[in-house]
């Protein structure tokens, strides 16, 4: 199992970004999939997560209405994009397959 995160970097607020996890290893079609993130000083949290149907999403209460989890089964790839960026968004984001399967994160910082 391997995952891959990408499209994180420097942004000023209320601006967006597209995060990408690209999945190898494994069934992808088959597996929930979840983007976390942990700030500097923080626990991790669970951002965002997907059903093997795109319909089956949940979501962090304070990214509800600014970030969207989607699914690409042909690509093998999970996507967060991310709007309306706020300082308080700044971390490493994580995807995250069960079993304890973690990528090497993407830093996203959100600064002016």
């Known amino acids: 199992v391997q995952l891959v995160e990408s499209g994180g970097g420097l942004v000023q607020p209320g601006g967006s970004l597209r995060l990408s996890c690209a999945a190898s290893?494994?069934?992808?079609?088959?597996?929930?999939m979840r983007w976390y993130r942990q700030a500097p000083g923080k626990e991790r949290e669970l951002v965002a997560g997907?059903?093997?149907?795109?319909?089956?999403?949940t979501y962090l209460d304070s990214v509800k209405g600014r970030f969207t989890i989607s699914r690409d089964n042909a690509k093998m790839t999970v996507y967060l994009q991310m709007n309306s960026l706020k300082p308080e968004d700044t971390a490493m984001y994580y995807c995250h397959r069960q079993g304890n399967y973690w990528g090497k994160g993407t830093l996203v910082t959100v600064s002016s």
């Open positions: 290893g494994f069934t992808f079609s088959s597996y929930y």
């Open positions: 997907i059903g093997t149907t795109s319909g089956d999403t």
